[in-house]
Each structure stands twice: as structure tokens, then as C-alpha cells.
């Protein structure tokens, strides 16, 4: 479909308030033109009625026909010949003209009967006032015609119009400009957010509109689009610095896979040497792909990609596999595990990812409990979750490491866990899972306390 020819608002603002203008105006000048017919007609007949019953005054019935008798009475008369628009006459019943005063041109074919009257066109125009000349029995003795031109009036009116429509044009252009000037206002802002927003690249995250005015519409915009430009920046560089993290913590063993293999290249060895060499590149390479899989997950994550199978799951029997996989290492640390479980213990979610979740959380326990220590795994549940709680002893952490706990390749104590083989990954991954899970994980310490972890979890419809 062809896209219809837009043009724009500024420009349609503009024809908008022009055309309202201009009817409203038009409106205004109709009113005001018919306003004025009608005082004009009014004043006309006013000055028709007060001739004839002047006129009325001063009609003699002479032998039983009527005529005017002209007396110092009849002030009409006088008046009435210097003014060629205004005429009286005095007519026989039967319509045949006894006397006329004034102008000649009075038109003919008035009809006999009370009233007012137009007569004729334009400059032609006659108003016609008549009315009976009664005897004392009040019976009709003939009539009597007042008239006046209509010329000056309709002159008057005529006059009015041209100058009304001589002054629209102007006046509409005035509209025009002023309509132009108020829409350039009202949009200089979104010009502006405009602008800017096409200065933005990623580059140039950090720009901002920065928009000063009221917080009205286009104040709210700006500052919408300004938190939206938050919002982008801050994921943009939390993925910079994830990607820079992840191609950094993949380096440093590829690195000392170059290195070892380069050594043992160097020189003929025996096949027991490569063998044991072999052995610690499998071990590197293992790492590798422990760490690439984490990776993988949390850029799923991120896209909310992650393809999860939700059931009902027994997490006691999740929680004792896993606690019996680690005993070994936890015997080898000589750390004493205490789980408190109940036999049923039903939650809803993927039992792989819940598995990864708490093997990443007893794993860090085992790492990070001071040799000899406890870690007690208990759990509790209410009416729409049940609660995990996993608790180590030892020196505990500040609270601002609690704080970055979860965050992506934070290590608290980066040279120690270096030899522990943490990549920094195991807890934000335990996040994303308890977040994908519609839960909560969060860590608890004090001082000389130890460290523990609540993790919340939806139980299933059902329980
Ligand atoms: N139970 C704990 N007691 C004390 N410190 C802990 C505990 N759990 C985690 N930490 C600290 O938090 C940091 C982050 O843990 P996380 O599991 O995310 O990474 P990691 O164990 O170092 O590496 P990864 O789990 O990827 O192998 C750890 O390096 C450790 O310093
Ligand atoms: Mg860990």
C-alpha cells in the first residue's frame, strides 16, 4: 500500500487553527452583518410608522374623499420633499393616487393592505408602510403609503461586507503566522528529543535530553526517554563488562594450556610424561568447558531463552543427592554436614536447574568453610513456598561483599580463589535459576557468624 503523503504536524497545527479561525470569524461577521439589517429595517420602518400617523394627522375628508390638508400641523411635508428617499402618498379606496408627497419614483404596484412591506431589488429597493384612512364610523376611506428607499441601507450593508471580507484574508494571514508561531513553540521540544535521539549510538549512550521545561506531556517524554537511555546504558555496560570478564577468565587457562603444551613439546619425552601431561590438560580443558557452559546459560538467561521443563520435584530428594555427591569433599575439609529434611518436600521447577542451584550453593559451603567447620541444611515450608536455608560457619563476609555476592565473576577474596578454581559465576548462576523459578535467593552474615543463604521457591498448584 502506498504510504499516504504525510505533512507535517507543525504545518497541520497551522491549517487547523486557520480553519477554525477563519469559520469562527466568518461566523462572528454573519452575526454581526444580520445584527445590523435588522437595527437598520428596524429604524426604516420606526421612521415609515411615524410619517403615516403624521400623515394620518393631517388628512381632511373633503365630500367624503380624502386629501391632505397642508397646515404648519403637517411638519412632514416640508421635511419629506427635501429627502429624495421618502415618500407618503394618499390613495382612494379604490387604489387611484390622490396626492403624493415626496419622491416620484414611489413604487406603483404597493399593495393596498396594513402592513410593511419590500418591494423590489437592491438599489431599487423600496420599504412600504400602508395603512387605512378610516371615517368616523370607521369605515375605509382610503390609504395611505408611506415608503423609503432602501438604497442607503442596502449601501450601508454592502459597504459592511466588502470591508468584512477585505479584512478576513488579512486577518486569517494574522492567524496564520500566529498559528505558525504557537506550533513552532509547542514542538520545539520534541524537535530537540528528536535530535538527540538520533545523536545516540552506543557510543554515545551517555547523552541525555536533559530537558528543562514543565513536567507537562513532552516534559514527561524527555524525561521517559531519559530513564529509557538509563535503563539501555546501564545493561549495555553490565554486558561490556560481562563480555570482557568472560574472554579474560577464558584466557588465563588457555594461556597456561599453551605454556604446559609448549614445555613439553620442547624436547622428546616419555610416553609417561605425555601421559601425565595429557591428564592436567584435561583438567584445564574440563574447567574450560565448566566455565563456557556458564557462560551459555546466562547469555540464555539474559534472553530469556533458557529452556526449562518445570514438574513437581521432591527437593529432599534432590537436596540428599547432592549432599551425598559432596561428602567426600566435605570429609576430605573435615566439615560436618547436619541436613534436617522432611521426607516430602515438594516444590515446582526443573529438577536439572534446581540440582545446579544447590550444588553451586553446598559446593561454595564446602569451598569456604574453614576446615572443621559446619554446614547445617534445613528447610521450611508455608502455604505458597517453602524456604531452604543453607548455613556454613566461619569468619563470615563484610557487607559489602554480601552486597556483590551475586554478581557475575565476583570472587571476595580473588587470590584465594583462584587455587579454589572459581570462575565467580556459581552464585549468579544459583540467581538466575531462583529468578527463572519465580523465587528469591538472598545471603545473610555477621561477624565470626558464618554465612547463610535463604532460598524461596514456589511449591506446586496442587500442595
Ligand atoms: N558460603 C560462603 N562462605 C563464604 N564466602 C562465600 C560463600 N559462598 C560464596 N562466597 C564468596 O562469594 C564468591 C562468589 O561465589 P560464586 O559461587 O559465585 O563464585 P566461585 O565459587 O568463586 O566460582 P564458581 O562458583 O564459578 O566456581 C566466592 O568467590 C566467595 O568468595
Ligand atoms: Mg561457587
Same mark, same amino acid.
Given at each position: 500500500?502506498?504510504?499516504r503523503p504525510h505533512l507535517p504536524v507543525r504545518v497541520r497545527l497551522t491549517l487547523w487553527y486557520v480553519l477554525l479561525s477563519g469559520l469562527l470569524l466568518g461566523a462572528f461577521g454573519l452575526f454581526q452583518y444580520l445584527q445590523t439589517r435588522q437595527a437598520l429595517l428596524e429604524s426604516v420602518d420606526t421612521a415609515l410608522e411615524v410619517a403615516v400617523s403624521q400623515a394620518l394627522?393631517?388628512?381632511?375628508?373633503?365630500?367624503?374623499?380624502?386629501?391632505?390638508?397642508?397646515?404648519?400641523?403637517?411638519? !412632514? /411635508?416640508?421635511?419629506?420633499?427635501?429627502?429624495? +428617499?421618502?415618500?407618503?402618498?394618499?390613495? &382612494?379606496?379604490?387604489? #387611484?393616487? =390622490?396626492?403624493?408627497?415626496?419622491?416620484?419614483?414611489?413604487?406603483?404596484?404597493?399593495?393596498?393592505?396594513?402592513?410593511?412591506?419590500?418591494?423590489?431589488?437592491?438599489?431599487?429597493?423600496?420599504?412600504?408602510?400602508?395603512?387605512?384612512?378610516?371615517?368616523?364610523?370607521?369605515?375605509?376611506?382610503?390609504?395611505?403609503?408611506?415608503?423609503?428607499?432602501?438604497?442607503?441601507?442596502?449601501?450601508?450593508?454592502?459597504?459592511?461586507?466588502?470591508?468584512?471580507?477585505?479584512?478576513?484574508?488579512?486577518?486569517?494571514?494574522?492567524?496564520?503566522?500566529?498559528?505558525?508561531?504557537?506550533?513552532?513553540?509547542?514542538?520545539?521540544?520534541?524537535?530537540?528529543?528528536?535530535?538527540?535521539?538520533?545523536?545516540?549510538?552506543?557510543?554515545?549512550?551517555?547523552?541525555?535530553?536533559?530537558?528543562?521545561?514543565?513536567?507537562?506531556?513532552?516534559?514527561? !517524554? /524527555?524525561?521517559?526517554?531519559?530513564?529509557?537511555? +538509563?535503563?539501555?546504558?546501564?545493561?549495555? &555496560?553490565?554486558?561490556? #563488562?560481562? =563480555?570482557?570478564?568472560?574472554?579474560?577468565?577464558?584466557?588465563?587457562?588457555?594461556?597456561?594450556?599453551?605454556?604446559?603444551?609448549?614445555?613439553?613439546?620442547?624436547?622428546?619425552?616419555?610416553?609417561?610424561?605425555?601421559?601425565?601431561?595429557?591428564?592436567?590438560?584435561?583438567?584445564?580443558?574440563?574447567?574450560?568447558?565448566?566455565?563456557?557452559?556458564?557462560?551459555?546459560?546466562?547469555?540464555?538467561?539474559?534472553?530469556?531463552?533458557?529452556?526449562?521443563?518445570?514438574?513437581?520435584?521432591?527437593?529432599?530428594?534432590?537436596?540428599?543427592?547432592?549432599?551425598?555427591?559432596?561428602?567426600?569433599?566435605?570429609?576430605?575439609?573435615?566439615?560436618?554436614?547436619?541436613?534436617?529434611?522432611?521426607?516430602?518436600?515438594?516444590?515446582?521447577?526443573?529438577?536439572?536447574?534446581?540440582?545446579?542451584?544447590?550444588?553451586?550453593?553446598?559446593?561454595?559451603?564446602?569451598?569456604?568453610?574453614?576446615?572443621?567447620?559446619?554446614?547445617?541444611?534445613?528447610?521450611?515450608?508455608?502455604?505458597?513456598?517453602?524456604? =531452604?536455608?543453607?548455613?556454613?560457619?566461619?569468619?563470615?563476609?563484610?557487607?559489602?561483599?554480601?552486597?556483590?555476592?551475586?554478581?557475575?565473576?565476583?570472587?571476595?577474596?580473588?587470590?584465594?580463589?583462584?587455587?579454589?578454581?572459581?570462575?565467580?559465576?556459581?552464585?549468579?548462576?544459583?540467581?538466575?535459576?531462583?529468578?527463572?523459578?519465580?523465587?528469591?535467593?538472598?545471603?545473610?552474615?555477621?561477624?565470626?557468624?558464618?554465612?547463610?543463604?535463604?532460598?524461596?521457591?514456589?511449591?506446586?498448584?496442587?500442595?
Amino acid at each position: 500500500m502506498p504510504e499516504r503523503p504525510h505533512l507535517p504536524v507543525r504545518v497541520r497545527l497551522t491549517l487547523w487553527y486557520v480553519l477554525l479561525s477563519g469559520l469562527l470569524l466568518g461566523a462572528f461577521g454573519l452575526f454581526q452583518y444580520l445584527q445590523t439589517r435588522q437595527a437598520l429595517l428596524e429604524s426604516v420602518d420606526t421612521a415609515l410608522e411615524v410619517a403615516v400617523s403624521q400623515a394620518l394627522g393631517s388628512v381632511d375628508m373633503e365630500n367624503g374623499a380624502p386629501a391632505f390638508q397642508v397646515t404648519e400641523q403637517f411638519p !412632514l /411635508a416640508s421635511r419629506l420633499m427635501l429627502q429624495s +428617499d421618502f415618500a407618503v402618498r394618499l390613495l &382612494r379606496v379604490d387604489g #387611484r393616487e =390622490v396626492e403624493r408627497l415626496g419622491d416620484a419614483t414611489f413604487p406603483a404596484d404597493a399593495p393596498l393592505q396594513t402592513g410593511f412591506v419590500t418591494l423590489g431589488q437592491g438599489e431599487e429597493a423600496w420599504r412600504v408602510y400602508t395603512r387605512p384612512v378610516l371615517d368616523t364610523q370607521g369605515r375605509t376611506q382610503g390609504w395611505i403609503q408611506a415608503a423609503q428607499s432602501l438604497e442607503a441601507v442596502n449601501q450601508t450593508l454592502a459597504r459592511l461586507a466588502t470591508r468584512f471580507l477585505l479584512t478576513l484574508p488579512l486577518a486569517l494571514l494574522l492567524m496564520g503566522v500566529i498559528g505558525v508561531f504557537l506550533a513552532d513553540r509547542a514542538l520545539r521540544p520534541i524537535d530537540r528529543i528528536t535530535r538527540t535521539a538520533a545523536t545516540i549510538s552506543a557510543g554515545t549512550l551517555t547523552r541525555r535530553i536533559g530537558y528543562q521545561g514543565p513536567d507537562d506531556e513532552l516534559g514527561r !517524554l /524527555a524525561h521517559t526517554f531519559d530513564q529509557m537511555l +538509563d535503563r539501555l546504558e546501564d545493561f549495555f &555496560r553490565r554486558e561490556q #563488562r560481562f =563480555v570482557s570478564d568472560a574472554a579474560h577468565e577464558l584466557r588465563t587457562p588457555l594461556t597456561v594450556l599453551k605454556g604446559q603444551m609448549e614445555v613439553t613439546l620442547a624436547r622428546p619425552r616419555k610416553p609417561s610424561e605425555y601421559q601425565r601431561v595429557l591428564q592436567s590438560l584435561l583438567e584445564q580443558v574440563d574447567r574450560l568447558i565448566r566455565l563456557s557452559n556458564a557462560l551459555l546459560f546466562l547469555s540464555r538467561a539474559d534472553q530469556q531463552q533458557v529452556d526449562w521443563q518445570p514438574a513437581r520435584v521432591n527437593l529432599s530428594d534432590v537436596l540428599a543427592a547432592i549432599l551425598e555427591q559432596l561428602q567426600p569433599l566435605a570429609d576430605e575439609r573435615r566439615l560436618t554436614v547436619q541436613a534436617e529434611l522432611p521426607p516430602v518436600l515438594p516444590a515446582w521447577g526443573d529438577p536439572d536447574y534446581l540440582t545446579r542451584l544447590f550444588l553451586n550453593v553446598l559446593d561454595n559451603a564446602i569451598k569456604y568453610t574453614p576446615e572443621g567447620g559446619l554446614i547445617q541444611v534445613q528447610a521450611e515450608r508455608s502455604a505458597a513456598a517453602l524456604q =531452604v536455608r543453607i548455613h556454613n560457619s566461619g569468619p563470615g563476609l563484610p557487607p559489602e561483599t554480601l552486597r556483590h555476592l551475586f554478581d557475575r565473576f565476583y570472587r571476595a577474596d580473588a587470590s584465594r580463589d583462584r587455587t579454589a578454581g572459581g570462575a565467580g559465576l556459581g552464585l549468579a548462576i544459583a540467581r538466575e535459576i531462583v529468578l527463572l523459578h519465580k523465587g528469591d535467593i538472598r545471603a545473610e552474615s555477621a561477624p565470626g557468624k558464618g554465612v547463610t543463604f535463604f532460598i524461596t521457591l514456589p511449591v506446586p498448584d496442587d500442595e
